[in-house]
């Protein structure tokens, strides 16, 4: 009798574990779809500068080219007197909750490569619409830590 009430637990143990994993797994899977396709929602191109379109003879402009197939661009350009200097990077991008994890596999700036790089940034956007996403990311430079705000990017057209 013993060996059956340890084989009915035992039995009973690995159910309960089955059905706890599956539920487990299929809430992560919905994740992106319960907060608004937040990964549906960032494919496109988002340009921030001087105007509503990316201009490289622009003062100052960015854009980022977010891809369905996840991998993702960014340009920016910066022209004024006193400096100047054109960055370039290609590489994939994924969203864990808000977080955008962009894992840059080419970087170019002034036409040198610098290598690769992890670029980590909340998505902070209005509940509908095209205007106003920013990027939050958080840094820590020479014992300092902060964040900084990178924005607003409007969507193109």
Not at 28 to 36: A, Q, S
Not at 69 to 84: A, I, M, Q, R, V
Not at 131 to 146: A, E, I, N
């Amino acid at each position: 009798m013993k060996k059956q009430i340890k084989l009915m637990s035992l039995f009973l143990s690995i159910m309960v574990s089955i059905f706890a994993l599956s539920a487990c797994g299929d809430d992560d899977n919905n994740k992106d779809e319960e907060e608004g396709g937040i990964k549906d929602r960032i494919v496109g191109i988002w340009v921030w500068g001087e105007s509503t379109a990316f201009s490289p003879s622009a003062h100052h402009a960015a854009r980022y080219i977010f891809r369905s197939n996840g991998k993702c661009e960014y340009e920016e350009h910066w022209n004024d007197s006193d400096y100047s200097s054109h960055t370039k990077k290609s590489g994939t991008f994924s969203i864990n909750n808000i977080k955008l994890i962009m894992n840059w596999t080419s970087v170019t700036v002034d036409g040198k490569e610098q290598g690769t790089e992890l670029d980590e940034a909340d998505i902070m956007y209005p509940e509908s619409g095209d205007t106003g996403m920013f990027l939050k990311r958080y840094y820590t430079v020479d014992g300092r830590t902060g964040w900084s705000e990178e924005g607003p990017f409007t969507k193109a057209k």
